[in-house]
């Protein structure tokens, strides 16, 4: 697969007034390629394109109403494991970062999943790190089944596989996938990954293709910003959503964008994407893909989240916990130290057991949220801006 365009200079400013006079109801030309090219979606995220910013503000919304309404889909992360055998360094699951881990059995991913459910949700995103002795194909299986009868959507976010491998997690009632590369600069992904199938950068670029090929109907992806330059970063997620969109057109596809947050290793963050750069970066992905859902989680504060609604966001997570139990504290009791893929107890009375009031387990979470407000707080909010938030909009009855 060679999709990834070389991003030496920016183009002139002809082309942002050009990409601001495209019509959103001619996005596409007769052969269903965007109107709105590459070089177009570089322009877009420009420092020349920055001062036009609130003409860029008002072309997005006015796009994003055309082809999504006024409506925010909410959804909600359930991590079911944080083992993981990848030694990424600006993941808080990494291998050597000795945290406190725990992977749920079945009974405590159906009490996680309920809480959910009580709380509104419909639309729920599994999520584990990559470890085949605690989080194999068939626990996955296990898991998406349990869960199907009462939950219309079921996505995952889980260590790459083949296609056979997929199947029968497809089989069992999950219908879309998530796949971040992290980042599309080589070196860098080279650099960040020093341990663990996960340094295969070709293996996981090409995952969202053998997911496509064991039939999921959605793909999301995205580069982890904060890693390399951001404006390659986004010019190369645009070139593969591209080359997905030809290639896997059954398909929908959604590109989320998620910043780095603090987790546990303490990374810091090698490149800054400010929030003014994140406005700029919603309302080009809007404008070169109108029909393209764009995500984004509670990795954003609250304020920043309300301020992007109406600019081309259709996806959002709320309430969400970035540790396996955090939303009813199942596993607490089960919770060690991993050791080269050996659990290793607590000793009685460790420290380590404190009670946490803020917290309903003390595994240790991927990444800080940004955004802390319940679910229902951020419901209200959405309806306040004159959008409706969606729970459900799918149901499998309509494959059948």
Same mark, same amino acid.
């Given at each position: 697969m060679s999709f990834v365009p070389e991003f030496n200079s920016l183009p002139l400013e002809a082309l942002v007034k050009k990409s601001l006079a495209t019509d959103a109801a001619t996005a596409r030309d007769a052969a269903g390629k965007p109107k709105i090219s590459l070089a177009d979606f570089a322009a877009?995220?420009?420092?020349?394109?920055?001062?036009?910013?609130?003409a860029l503000c008002r072309r997005a919304q006015l796009m994003?109403?055309?082809?999504?309404?006024?409506?925010?889909?909410?959804?909600?992360?359930?991590?079911?494991?944080?083992?993981?055998?990848?030694?990424?360094?600006?993941?808080?699951?990494?291998?050597?970062?000795?945290?406190?881990?725990?992977?749920?059995?079945?009974?405590?991913?159906?009490?996680?999943?309920?809480e959910l459910k009580a709380q509104g949700f419909r639309n729920l995103l599994l999520v584990a790190g990559e470890h085949?002795?605690?989080?194999?194909?068939?626990?996955?299986?296990?898991?998406?089944?349990?869960?199907? *009868? &009462? /939950?219309?959507?079921?996505? #995952?976010? !889980?260590?790459?596989?083949?296609?056979?491998?997929?199947?029968?997690l497809v089989a069992a009632g999950s219908d879309g996938l998530i796949v971040y590369q992290e980042t599309y600069d080589r070196e860098i992904y080279s650099q960040m990954h020093t341990a663990g199938p996960k340094?295969?950068?070709?293996?996981?670029?090409?995952?969202?293709?053998?997911?496509?090929?064991?039939?999921?109907?959605?793909?999301?992806?995205?580069?982890?910003?904060?890693? *390399? &330059? /951001?404006?390659?970063?986004? #010019?190369? !997620?645009?070139?593969?959503?591209e080359y997905l969109l030809r290639n896997c057109w059954k398909a929908a596809i959604t590109i989320s964008l998620p910043r780095l947050r603090p987790c546990a290793g303490e990374f810091q963050p090698l490149t800054h994407l400010g929030d003014r750069e994140l406005v700029q970066l919603v309302c080009a992905f809007r404008l070169m893909f109108p029909d393209v859902g764009l995500v984004l989680s509670t990795r954003e504060p609250a304020r920043l989240r309300n301020g992007l609604i109406p600019l081309g966001i259709t996806m959002m997570s709320a309430g969400a916990r970035t540790e396996p139990g955090g939303y009813t504290g199942a596993g607490k009791e089960k919770i060690h130290h991993t050791e080269r893929g050996v659990i290793k107890e607590l000793a009685s009375g460790s420290s380590e057991w404190a009670v946490q009031p803020e917290r309903a387990t003390n595994a240790t979470g991927q990444f800080q949220i940004a955004d802390e407000r319940p679910p229902h707080e951020v419901a209200a909010q959405i309806r306040n801006l004159g959008y409706e938030p969606v729970w459900k909009d799918w149901d499998a009855a309509l494959t059948m």
């Open positions: 877009l995220i420009s420092p020349a394109a920055a001062e036009n910013l609130e994003t109403q055309q082809r999504f309404g006024k409506v925010i889909r909410l959804f909600a992360p359930l991590y079911l494991s944080n083992e993981c055998i990848n030694n990424c360094s600006y993941c808080g699951f990494s291998r050597d970062n000795p945290i406190l881990r725990v992977t749920l059995s079945l009974d405590e991913v159906r009490r996680e999943a309920a085949p002795k605690f989080v194999s194909n068939g626990y996955m299986r296990d898991c998406i089944a349990a869960l199907h *009868a &009462d /939950w219309p959507s079921i996505s #995952l976010e !889980v260590g790459p596989m083949e296609t056979e491998d997929y199947r029968p340094r295969n950068f070709d293996w996981r670029l090409e995952t969202p293709e053998r997911a496509y090929a064991a039939g999921f109907r959605r793909l999301g992806i995205s580069p982890l910003y904060g890693l *390399a &330059d /951001w404006r390659y970063e986004a #010019l190369s !997620v645009a070139a593969h959503a």
